[in-house]
Nanobody, 126 residues
Framework: QVQLVESGGGLVQSGGSLRLSCVAS????????IGWYRQAPGKEREAISC????????VYTEAVKGRFTISRAAGRNTVYLQMTNLKPEDTARYYC???????????????????WGQGTQVTVSS
């Protein structure tokens, strides 16, 4: 059974940092692309980053480029999202997913997977 568990969220002041973790079970996460997404209350889900499962290339949306870093812990079935210089507008619930259940980040902005975790809440105070 595919399962993704996000953790590491919390309350932080503007300018602070957090590191989110995405731990997978039921499949070899290292072979799949993993995307990070977020959803704020009353807003649509937003894609923010992806790391591919074939060559490790990373993709960031403009909202987080230069502030967030996605990476893998090889062999640990874990993907991280290091978030720095956090802003109040980063406040949201953050989720990880395999965008299209394959190794690629193409089209990660519009995920088709049905496997989503519970997410982890990030709150940034001003």
């Amino acid at each position: 059974q595919v399962q993704l568990v996000e953790s590491g969220g919390g309350l932080v002041q503007s300018g602070g940092s957090l590191r989110l973790s995405c731990v997978a079970s039921g499949f070899p996460l290292d072979s799949y692309s993993i995307g990070w997404y977020r959803q704020a209350p009353g807003k649509e889900r937003e894609a923010i980053s992806c790391i591919s499962g074939d060559d490790g290339q990373t993709v960031y949306t403009e909202a987080v480029k230069g502030r967030f870093t996605i990476s893998r812990a090889a062999g640990r079935n874990t993907v991280y999202l290091q978030m720095t210089n956090l802003k109040p507008e980063d406040t949201a619930r953050y989720y990880c997913a395999t965008p299209h259940d394959d190794a690629y980040c193409a089209g990660f902005e519009s995920p088709t997977t049905n496997d989503w975790g519970q997410g982890t809440q990030v709150t940034v105070s001003s």
